[in-house]
């Protein structure tokens, strides 16, 4: 399924890198600020990149690809959330 989006995802993907990027800076961030992580910021958090990287799929995608590329950056957005939400509730 991927490679029939691979021209969507080739246009996107030095924004979608920064958008990532971004996102992962302030979760670190957000993780060493506070003690307890607020749930509702790390979602507000998320909310944002995925908006960062639906921007770029509107102008350089078709619908159908732009769907895809949100579905694959949610999945991967809250893999990394998780990630990072156990390195900090348990240090190993």
């Given amino acids: 399924d991927y490679l029939s989006h691979s021209l969507c995802m080739k246009a996107v993907s030095a924004h979608w890198d920064d958008c990532y990027l971004h996102f992962q800076y302030l979760l670190r961030l957000e993780l060493r600020a506070t003690a307890d992580s607020d749930f509702d910021t790390m979602c507000c958090l998320r ?26 950056t949610a999945t991967l957005s809250y893999t990394e959330h998780r990630r990072l939400m156990c390195q900090r509730e348990y240090t190993c």
Avoid: G, W
Wanted: proline share 0%; net charge negative.
């Fill in 47 to 72: 909310q944002k990149f995925l908006l960062c990287v639906d921007e770029a799929a509107d102008i350089a995608c078709n619908l159908d690809d732009a769907l895809f590329l949100r579905k694959v």
